[in-house]
């Protein structure tokens, strides 16, 4: 039979808690970076004068079309 010790038995213990947890921590900090790398950026969200239809556009663009109803809208770029 296997003989060990209370210090092999609290440390073995600990490796099958910690690893668990760890990954998870991982996990989640690798899908956040991931997420991060999908923000807006230079664009901005817009709110078209017609519908009121929310659509995003570059930041310095002067005209923008609405997706949903085709207007055109001036845009204000003091952002």
């Known amino acids: 039979m ?3 010790d209370m ?3 609290l440390f073995i213990y600990l ?6 947890v760890l990954g ?3 996990y989640f900090e690798i899908v956040k970076k991931a997420r991060k ?5 230079e664009k901005h969200v817009f709110k078209c004068k017609i519908c009121a239809f929310s659509y995003i ?5 002067e ?10 809208d001036e845009v204000d770029n003091n952002w």
């Open 2 to 4: 296997f003989k060990a």
């Open 7 to 9: 210090q092999t038995i």
């Open 15 to 20: 490796i099958i808690v910690l690893l668990p």
């Open 24 to 26: 998870i921590f991982l």
């Open 37 to 41: 790398d999908k923000k807006v950026g």
């Open 57 to 61: 556009i570059g930041k310095n663009d």
């Open 63 to 72: 005209l923008s079309r609405c997706p949903r109803c085709g207007s055109w």
